[in-house]
């Protein structure tokens, strides 16, 4: 079966701090995709990246930064010197190859950050 | 803003009426997804439509349906609504690529539905 566990339920940090967000996935299938969503206060899901299963390498997009490892089935997400602005949810989210690209989410986590 | 539009953004209505959601997708999107966010069941896959045909379905209800409409547009109907049903409601569109798993979906702001 396709699962993601995302095991943090909440992260408080204080600004300045660097903090990781946990992704565990689970799948049989050779080909897959994850993928990172972020849910402000406002309610929307934003889309922050999208990895595929033959691509290993890390990825840095400015303060935002992501480890993909097969080995261990995780796709962890760091923030670096983080900010009030990114306290949001953060979702780590799965499709595969199957018919059809519906995504299956973690549970999210709930990242605070206090100024 | 991720281009797809959702209509209306807050909705109150009581047991047992029914209720449309509407979606527009990215300009040039054919795939159009419907998902419901609550607090006990989290972020849950309901359907997909592909350039105005069914292409999937999740933990829809039978008393929720939904369709494309040839100018690609979809609407979600719910019925019979129950106190359970109350969630925010997601649509999301994708390219439509055809190749199933890869392509990114780019979510509506959603619309909040609140059944007393």
């Known amino acids: 079966a396709q699962k993601v566990t995302q095991a943090q339920t909440e992260i408080s940090v204080v600004e300045k701090e660097d903090v990781t967000l946990d992704c565990v996935y689970e799948t049989r299938d050779t080909t897959y995709y994850l993928f990172w969503y972020k849910q402000p206060p406002s309610g929307e899901l934003v889309f922050l990246i999208r990895?595929?299963?033959?691509?290993?390498q890390n990825e840095i997009s400015g303060r935002y930064s992501w480890n993909f490892q097969k080995s261990t089935s995780s796709f962890n997400f760091t923030i670096t010197a983080s900010q009030v602005v990114d306290s949001a949810v953060y979702f780590c989210a799965l499709t595969y190859g199957g018919a059809t690209n519906k995504l299956i989410f973690g549970t999210g986590t709930l990242l605070a950050v206090q100024p | 803003d991720s281009g797809v539009t959702q209509t209306p953004k807050h909705l109150i209505t009581a047991t047992g009426q029914r209720v449309t959601l509407r979606c527009s997708p990215r300009s040039g999107d054919l795939s159009v997804y419907w998902y419901q966010q609550s607090l006990d069941q989290g972020l849950q896959f309901l359907i997909q439509y592909y350039n105005g045909e069914e292409r999937a379905k999740g933990n829809i209800l039978e008393r929720f349906s939904a369709q494309q409409f040839p100018d690609l547009h979809s609407e979600l109907n719910l019925s019979s609504l129950e106190l359970g049903d109350s969630a925010l409601y997601f649509c999301?569109?994708?390219?439509?690529?055809?190749?199933?798993?890869?392509?990114?979906?780019?979510f509506g702001p959603g619309t909040r539905l609140l059944v007393l």
């Open positions: 990895r595929n299963s033959f691509d290993e």
């Open positions: 999301a569109s994708s390219v439509g690529s055809g190749v199933p798993g890869q392509e990114t979906q780019y």
